[in-house]
């Protein structure tokens, strides 16, 4: 008997269980129907009796990674020496302009403004880096701020500023990690210990930085001590300049590299860059039921199709199991003919062409290219 069939033997064990195995050893020239002496003195003791079989049930299943939860999972984790990744703030460009467009300069640290919307989001700012632009910080976690853009309005009173704008977040935030995400890195089998400035000491060090959503490590890539990281943000996009630098500067600051100041050993070179994102069309005929049209399930299908493409960068730092060493992922065509037709209304299609070829792409990941796949163009007709 495995734990998860003990688990399920003691949640069996409910209130009728324990009732009728109690009740079967009086006898049967006793009064046992519901209602009668015998039963009422022997239901709060079944009631009981099942509560405590439902607690030792929850006790066998949070004390194994494979079926913990919540608190349970996280002291499972911290025994493999790792924890649940956090949720993020997101980190927002911002502009600030006077009634005549020109910049405010008066805008400081700590300010605050908040997005338009019935619920809006919070942000301060973390640094001015020129007139009438800076940083801001969301003041919640999570990644619910990563897709704003446009108008904030100002918390803090400024008689100067008239317009006040998010114009992009170069640093979006992520969700705290999910007991399943984190139960799948606990029960990876580990191939190799990270130490010492290997493969899995660098993917270690990349997640234990916050902003960045997943990276590749490609050791002596121009030479002996040298390493290049390819990460990503946590949108599962390519980074932007401002991340880059800030993965540099932890992991080898610029003005010291290979000297040992950051988290890469002493005599390491790295380069930190971000993959070229590769926009894969996709074109396809479907055929819809007779009571719909075609641009009916537009939406719904580039939903999924978009989805498949974030399931595959989301795998994107995964090793290659066959080799051990380096990156493997492809783009399968099937794979994308079963999102449309998992679409309601669908009742059939071709198999996809992606960028006009009747063939599946496998991305480039080498010293030189290291390639990130991105939805394009979903063209269709039926």
């Known amino acids: 008997m495995n734990p998860d069939d003990l688990a399920n033997q003691l949640e069996a064990q409910d209130f009728d269980y324990w009732l009728d195995k109690m009740l ?40 194994y990674t494979l079926t913990a939860q919540s608190e349970f999972l996280d002291y499972r984790a911290v025994e493999k020496g790792t924890s649940r990744q956090p949720a993020t703030a997101a980190k927002a460009s911002a502009k600030f302009t006077d009634a005549d467009g020109q910049p405010v300069t008066n805008v400081q640290v700590g300010d605050r403004f908040a997005s338009l919307g019935d619920e809006p989001f919070f942000y301060k700012v973390a640094e ?21 853009r446009g108008q904030i309005l100002p918390v803090t009173p400024n008689d100067s500023l008239s317009w006040a704008e998010i114009t992009a977040v170069p640093v979006p935030a992520r969700d705290a990690e999910t007991d399943d995400h984190l139960r799948e890195r606990l029960l990876s089998p580990d191939s190799y210990n990270a130490y010492g400035g290997n493969v899995a000491d660098y993917l270690k060090m990349l997640a234990g930085i916050e902003d960045v959503g997943a990276g590749q490590v490609y050791p002596a890539w121009h030479g002996g001590g040298t390493v290049k990281l390819v990460i990503i ?22 003005e010291v590299t290979g000297e040992g100041y950051g988290l890469a050993p002493i005599g390491h070179q790295v380069t930190v860059v971000a993959p070229t994102e590769l926009v894969i069309n996709v074109t396809t005929t479907i055929e819809v039921d007779s009571q719909i049209t075609v641009e009916a399930v537009r939406s719904a299908i580039e939903t999924g199709i978009e989805a498949y493409f974030k399931q595959k960068r989301t795998d994107w730092n995964n090793v290659d199991a066959v080799t051990g060493r380096g990156y493997q992922l492809t783009i399968y065509r099937a794979q994308i003919l079963t999102q449309l037709m998992k679409v309601d209304g669908v009742v059939n299609a071709s198999l996809p062409l992606l960028n006009g070829q009747a063939a599946d792409i496998d991305l480039v990941f080498n010293n030189t290219v290291s390639q990130l796949p991105v939805m394009g163009v979903v063209d269709f007709n039926g």
């Open 233 to 254: 943000d946590n949108d599962l996009r390519a980074a932007s300049t401002d991340l880059l630098n800030q993965v540099k500067n932890t992991i080898d600051p610029d």
């Open 24 to 63: 079967a050893k009086v006898s049967d020239t006793v009064d046992k129907r519901e209602g009668s002496i015998i039963y009422d003195a022997l239901a709060p003791a079944a009631s009981a009796m099942a509560e405590s079989s439902m607690d030792a049930a929850k006790i066998v299943r949070q004390t």
């Open 128 to 148: 001015i880096v020129g007139d009438g632009v800076g940083y801001l910080v969301a003041e919640s976690v999570g990644s619910g701020p990563n897709g704003y």
